[in-house]
Structure formats: structure tokens, C-alpha cells
């Protein structure tokens, strides 16, 4: 089983990788463990780092990894019952979650063992899985991990309808052709040899179409994910401005468009308070 320590996003790439994904997320390059709100889109209340989801059942694994750290009974204990409930069926209801977002985030704002429950589920759930399908094609750059990363946590990395393994199985459909490219890393895919950065820009094309037109009808609320075809401009401008390779720093858009740079910050002292440029 791929784990954390086999990824190949580490140090100051793995690092931009989290903060760029946070850009999108929450609109700057901090982590927001305090974050909480009801975004009507068809998964209840989103929350925490990764976007955690109480209709979803990632917002329950923190929880459960929470109480493990904690040793039993703590301020999150209280919607245990009701998350199981809306996990098990997939509900977007937040009845019976009342105060849920006033606890997120007084546990988000200064408890160290809820901060570290997020950061090991968002490793467990969303970043080892991406690089397990970054390693399996046989990606070398570092914008391309950090694509599938960021697409994980969007869509899930599963192989429903919109999931990671579903869009990049789309995508590996379209090659029919060796692509030569510039990247210097080349992906055999259907018998073809294709340049990494030609099968990335296949793969943010079929992205694109997928958040426009989401297969899934969980993802369908509130026409929220069209709304949200931003992440891939970004890293269709990071392309343009060939930043395959991440070391200290990388050029993207923020949610409105506008280029900024985001700065390696691999100490947790500064990953709180860290911003873009």
C-alpha cells in the first residue's frame, strides 16, 4: 500500500502543493483548521483543511482519529451519532448539528491534537492516494502531482463518476497518438508515448468539462462546482509559464484571476500566518 513517507510531492514541493490548494480552498495560502460553513452544495457542513464533510464522511474520520488522540470523550463526541447517521447515507442535512461550526472552530483555532487528526486525514484520504496514481503514470513533475493532489481533494480520490481515478481514466481514453512535448518526462499511455505536460493539459480539458458538468448528482448542488473551474485556469497559467518543476516558489492565479506567487514554508510555526505575494 502507497503510504505518506512513499510520496514524491516532499519538503518545499509538497508544501507548495498544500498552499496552493489552499488558495482555492479558502482564498490564501494559510491552513485554516478554524474553517466552517454550510456551502450548499449537496455535502453539508465543509470544514477544516481539506474541506471535510459531515455529509461525506471524511469530517468523521477526523473526528474518529480526534477521540483516538484525545482518549474518549471531548467536545466533538456530541455529533457522533448524527455524522455516522449522514455518512452512512450520503445526507447533506446539518439537522442536529446545531453548534457544530462554533466547535470546528474553537477545536481549529488552538487544539493541536484536532489540528493533527486533519493533517493525517488529509494525508490518508487525499494526498497518498494522488501521488499513488502520480507514481502508478509514471509522473515526474511536480505540477502534475500537485494537479492530482488538488483534484482529490475537489472530486474525491475514488473512482466514482467524478472521482480522481475516473477523470484520469477519461483522460488516458483521449490519448490516441504519441505527443512529443517539452516537459522531458514522457508517459507510455494506451501504447503511445505522450509528453507529461501534453497529458496534463488533456487531463485539466476533461477536469474542466467534469466540474462544468458533474456526473455525479451529490455534486450537482448549487451548481457550486461550475463555479470553481478558477483551480484549473491556474494551473493552465502555471503551465504557460512552464513551471513544471517546484522548488522555493511557484506562479499561479488566486480565485480572481490574479497572478500571484506562492513561497515554500515547510515550519509549522509559519504555516498558520503564511501568505502569497
Known amino acids: 500500500m502507497f503510504s505518506v513517507g512513499d510520496a514524491m510531492l516532499s519538503g518545499c514541493a509538497k508544501s507548495l502543493a498544500l498552499q496552493v490548494t489552499?488558495?482555492?480552498?479558502?482564498?490564501?495560502?494559510?491552513?485554516?483548521?478554524?474553517?466552517?460553513?454550510?456551502?450548499?452544495?449537496g455535502r453539508g457542513f465543509t470544514a477544516g483543511i481539506a474541506g471535510f464533510c459531515s455529509g461525506t464522511g471524511d469530517a468523521l474520520e477526523v473526528v474518529k482519529l480526534y477521540h483516538k488522540l484525545t482518549g474518549g470523550k471531548d467536545d466533538m463526541s456530541q455529533f457522533d451519532a448524527t455524522m455516522a447517521k449522514y455518512a452512512a447515507s450520503g445526507s447533506d442535512s446539518t439537522s442536529g448539528l446545531s453548534n457544530y461550526c462554533e466547535v470546528w472552530k474553537k477545536l481549529g483555532t488552538g487544539d493541536a491534537k484536532f489540528r493533527q487528526a486533519q493533517d493525517t486525514i488529509r494525508d490518508k484520504m487525499y494526498f497518498a492516494p494522488a501521488m499513488a496514481q502520480a507514481k502508478t503514470l509514471g509522473l515526474k513533475t511536480s505540477i502534475a502531482?500537485?494537479?492530482?493532489?488538488?483534484?482529490?481533494?475537489?472530486?474525491?480520490?475514488?473512482?466514482?463518476?467524478?472521482?480522481?481515478?475516473?477523470?484520469?481514466?477519461?483522460?488516458?481514453?483521449?490519448?490516441?497518438a504519441d505527443v512529443a512535448g517539452t516537459s522531458n518526462s514522457t508517459l507510455n499511455v494506451n501504447g503511445h508515448k505522450i509528453d507529461e505536460i501534453?497529458?496534463?493539459?488533456?487531463?485539466?480539458?476533461?477536469?474542466?468539462?467534469?466540474?462544468?458538468?458533474?456526473?455525479?448528482?451529490?455534486?450537482?448542488?448549487?451548481?457550486?462546482?461550475?463555479?470553481?473551474?478558477y483551480r484549473v485556469k491556474s494551473y493552465q497559467y502555471a503551465i504557460k509559464l512552464k513551471e513544471y518543476k517546484w522548488g522555493t516558489s511557484v506562479k499561479i492565479l488566486d480565485n480572481d484571476g490574479k497572478p500571484i506567487t506562492v513561497k515554500c514554508s515547510t515550519s509549522p510555526a509559519n504555516k498558520k500566518n503564511r501568505r502569497a505575494t
Do not use: M
Open 198 to 229: 501534453a497529458w496534463l493539459n488533456l487531463f485539466l480539458v476533461v477536469r474542466t468539462d467534469d466540474l462544468e458538468h458533474p456526473r455525479e448528482k451529490d455534486n450537482q448542488g448549487g451548481n457550486y462546482w461550475a463555479q470553481t473551474t
Open 22 to 41: 489552499n488558495v482555492y480552498e479558502n482564498g490564501d495560502t494559510a491552513f485554516h483548521y478554524e474553517y466552517c460553513e454550510d456551502l450548499k452544495d
Open 145 to 176: 502531482q500537485a494537479q492530482l493532489y488538488d483534484t482529490a481533494i475537489e472530486h474525491g480520490a475514488g473512482d466514482d463518476a467524478d472521482g480522481l481515478i475516473s477523470l484520469i481514466k477519461r483522460t488516458n481514453e483521449k490519448v490516441t
